[in-house]
């Protein structure tokens, strides 16, 4: 079995496609896989750190007005279909399968145009452009909630939840809090902004540091975003903060064993991420980015918190003190905790890895 996997830019969109890499390796040890992705976004740097060969190509995204900057990015665009039908023709692959982001496009087109099976899956309620533009040309689309279906050609998707849940679903808590050198049984908050970090959370988290410092009971692990560590650092290092019961760190790569021991987490609501808590169950305090495609992040959160699982708190409402008083608020109230567990855990789709393998069988048989 000879499988291309592509899909970059953020983790939202790699981790998904590694989740499925996982599934299959675990499934046909003899599996070959090829990963596609973009020199200048983060699956770069994480693909090979998980032992798939990797191989680039050059790409950008649409602007939304008109710009000279868009008649390039058709000509990298025309420039990768060429360049990926060589390495799919080369690698020889039984399907190819995409996970969005702009790097997705011309791989996934490329193949389609050979006739090669093909699979995207899509995170979001709401689409991406590039998995919009695919619909048209790919054999199935995988979506991870029932409400993005009327977007797509309805004979294609399959709803199969993110295979990310399946992954963090068998990941072991004893490694996680090991590997944070936590020792005792202080309860883990997790305050993260997504894959890249955010700098309005930074600021509102830093800020709370006092008042935080003074929860004994409660270990907070920080997580800054690799682009802003240093930054943060210098400011706590200013501030001369105690952080007795903070450990700051710029990513963590072993994210599945963290959340796996993690009680509450502070985040930007990516689909991703809400894929690993609801299948963990873990209560979540939700500040969604407002920068993101059609507000897509707010409708991710607004879904959880329906549901009794989450909170939201929105970036322009977000300071130390309203962070600090949402976390109390769950935290101080143990009853309000045993509810957003069991709502998250409801929410869950533990079997999303297995149900995409189900579909990527059927495309090969076809
Ligand atoms: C700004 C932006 O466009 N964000 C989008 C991006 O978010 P983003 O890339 O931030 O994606 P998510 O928050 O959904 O997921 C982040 C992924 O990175 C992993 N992780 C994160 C931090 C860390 O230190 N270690 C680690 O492993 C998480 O476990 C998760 O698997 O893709 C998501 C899924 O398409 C979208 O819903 C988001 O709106």
Known sequence: MRIILTGGGTGGHIYPALAIAKELRERHPDVEILYIGSETGLEAR??????????????????RSLSFENVKTVYRFLKGVRRSRSLIRSFSADAVIGTGGYVCGPVVYAAAKQGI????????????????????????????????????????VVVT????????????????????????????????????????????????IPQLEKQRNTHFVYVTGEVHYEQVKQMLE?????????????YIYNMPEVLATTELIINRAGASFLAEITSLGIPS????SPYVTNNHQEKNARWLEGHGAAAVLLERDLTANSLVTEIE?????????????QAAKKLGEPQAADKIYEEIQKLMRR
């Open 117 to 156: 099976p093909t699979l995207i899956h899509e995170q979001n309620v709401i689409p991406g452009l590039t998995n919009k533009f695919l619909a048209k040309y790919v054999s199935r689309i995988a979506v991870s909630f029932t409400g993005s279906a009327q977007y797509f050609p309805t004979d294609k």
């Open 285 to 288: 305090i939700l500040i969604p």
């Open 46 to 63: 994480l693909v090979p750190k998980s032992g798939i060969p990797f191989e680039s190509i050059e790409i950008s995204g649409f602007r």
């Open 238 to 250: 200013q501030s001369g903060q105690t952080m007795g019961n903070i450990s700051v760190f710029p």
């Open 329 to 341: 608020q769950i935290v101080h109230v143990p009853q309000r905790l045993q509810l957003m567990k």
């Open 161 to 208: 939840g993110n295979p990310r849940a399946t992954e963090v679903a068998k990941a072991d808590p004893t490694r996680g809090r090991s590997s944070l050198a936590l020792s005792g049984s202080k309860r883990l908050v997790l305050v993260v902004g997504g894959s890249r970090g955010a700098r309005a959370i930074n600021e509102a988290f830093i800020e709370a």
